[in-house]
């Protein structure tokens, strides 16, 4: 007589079969230039991989920049909504909510009107970034007096919080883009880097890529 087992799903034996995909987090500046050069240049080439090894991705809701690139690029694939999240607050549902809603993708509302919080909320609900910060000199380039050398932006904290380096350790550029895979023709360590440790600071590029 075969025996029978009723599994549920959600079960650790239900799921000891089922392949997870991978979720990727893209994040970037909220302007990518005229005709979104730099997420053409940056950003497609890696999200057309991840779409065709079949993964998932979580977006913020902003409507300018890399969000709404990413999201355009996604939906134009065509990518099924349905693995696509976008991640708002609840100021950000209220003003938002209803063209999401009306893209068929799935919107996850965070408690916090932080929009860290919402950010902290993606790393957590991803397994890896999609992103790229802008070097010093690209910042001046494109912002001119605008460019605030130093400051630490939204996507610089996705990529220090997936590997878990605190804001005050000072990390170029260049030492960022080099860890998600994006070329360099010259990575140097600053300072404050150094000083914490090269074989430390290695381990933490590493992690996540």
């Not at 909220?30 to 730099?38: A, L």
């Not at 993708?105 to 999609?130: F, G, H, K």
Request: proline share 6%; aromatic share 8%; net charge neutral.
């Amino acid at each position: 007589m075969t025996a029978e087992t009723d599994l549920k799903v959600g079960s650790a034996a239900a799921n000891d079969h089922v392949t997870r995909p991978e979720i990727a987090f893209i994040s970037g500046p909220i302007n990518s230039g005229p005709n979104e050069v730099y997420f053409h240049t940056h950003y497609a080439p890696r999200i057309q991989q991840a779409i065709e090894k079949g993964h998932e991705f979580v977006i913020g809701p902003i409507p300018s920049g890399i969000d709404a690139d990413a999201l355009d690029y996604l939906l134009a694939y065509p990518v099924d909504p349905g693995r696509i999240t976008i991640f708002v607050t609840p100021a950000e549902e209220a003003t938002f909510g209803p063209r999401f809603r009306a893209l068929s993708v799935n919107l996850q509302v965070v408690e916090s009107q932080m929009t860290q919080e919402r950010d902290a909320a993606m790393t957590q609900a991803s397994i890896y970034d999609i992103l790229r910060v802008r070097t010093t000199e690209e910042a001046r380039a494109f912002y001119g007096g605008m460019a605030r050398p130093g400051y630490v932006t939204n996507t610089e904290r996705n990529w220090r919080r997936r590997r878990g380096i605190a804001e005050d350790l000072l990390i170029g550029a260049e030492e960022i883009n080099c860890s998600m895979g994006y070329p360099a023709s010259e990575v140097s360590l600053s300072p404050a880097a150094k000083k914490w440790g090269l074989g430390q600071l290695k381990q933490a590029l590493k992690r996540h890529r």
